[in-house]
């Protein structure tokens, strides 16, 4: 099982930017394919970006070009990039580890785009 703490969440006005962080402990984090969702109130849980164990990304159209996902093998670490936000990426972000048929999830931090 892989246990994951995402963090770097917080208040940002719209037009500025965020970095998300998410540590993971346990071994083999290299192997996992890492990804971000994120959950506004009321709205399901959406896919936002992933990277694969060799670095090949993903993301999905509503945050393309504006959002970069990044992983460092030698920490367990996986990052969002977050630029040009907008008030509507006012969400629960999350973390996620994926190896075979295992997914786990981090607890998830706040991020609020506001003026």
């Known amino acids: 099982q892989v246990q994951l703490v995402e963090s770097g969440g917080g208040l940002v006005q719209p037009g500025g930017s965020l970095r998300l962080s998410c540590a993971a402990s346990g071994s083999g984090f290299s192997r996992n394919v890492m990804g971000w969702y994120r959950q506004a109130p009321g709205k399901q849980r959406e896919f936002l970006a992933s990277?694969?164990?060799?670095?090949?990304?993903n993301y999905a159209d509503s945050v393309k070009g504006r959002f970069t996902i990044s992983r460092d093998n030698a920490k367990n670490t996986v990052y969002l990039q977050m630029n040009s936000l907008k008030p509507e990426d006012t969400a629960v972000y999350y973390c996620t580890a994926v190896l075979g048929s295992r997914r786990d999830w981090g607890q998830g931090t706040q991020v609020t785009v506001s003026s």
């Open positions: 990277v694969t164990s060799g670095g090949t990304s």
